[in-house]
């Protein structure tokens, strides 16, 4: 059976597909030999990629980027992003303490035992009791987005709650708190 080259499996081609380079020095093997190693390929991939760079610049072929150049744009991406995530975990740790210093703002007429005047009620702690279930004093915490070890805004929704059961709008049961009004 006779196979066209185009049908030859590559080991049989190998001779045919072979060329030789002949560098003017040993470093520059070497050179090579290092920067192939480097880049995570075999010497002759190392010289194809380059060679094959060259041509496409040559062309002007439109878009083409190097691999070299692709190495460094990736660099500057992940650099990038490593400072827009070290700037995003800064900013919801901002968001966090605002949100905490606003609750503590917010739960202060319900700590001052001599305070006159209108309170304003958790308008979340609120809605989360209209929702028609009830809810222990953990899953208030909790939905609330509250620390049990921020004791001030604890004892705060505490106190809502009471003045909120006080009024007769919530009853607390075994189950825990559920809306009545």
Do not use: C, H
Request: charged share 40%; no cysteine.
């Amino acid at each position: 059976m006779i196979m066209s080259k185009r049908n030859l499996p590559k080991t049989e081609t190998i001779k045919e597909r072979t060329v030789y380079i002949y560098l003017p020095s040993f470093e520059m093997l070497e050179d090579w030999k290092r920067r192939s190693r480097v880049s995570g390929v075999s010497l002759s991939k190392f010289v194809i990629d380059r060679v094959e760079d060259s041509i496409r610049k040559d062309e002007g072929e439109e878009g083409y980027l190097s691999r070299l150049e692709l190495v460094k744009r990736l660099k500057k991406v992940e650099d990038e992003f490593k400072e827009l995530t070290k700037e995003n975990r800064m900013l919801k740790k901002l968001v966090e303490n605002q949100e905490t210093e606003l609750k503590r703002y917010r739960s202060e007429p319900f700590l001052a035992k001599s305070f006159e005047g209108t309170r304003r009620y958790d308008q979340e702690l609120i809605e989360l009791l209209k929702s028609s279930k009830s809810y222990n004093a953990e899953e208030v915490l909790v939905r609330l987005g509250i620390d049990r070890s921020n004791a001030e805004l604890v004892k705060a929704v505490n106190n809502q709650l009471e003045i909120l059961e006080a009024y007769g709008l919530v009853a607390y049961s075994g189950r825990g708190w559920r809306w009545k009004g």
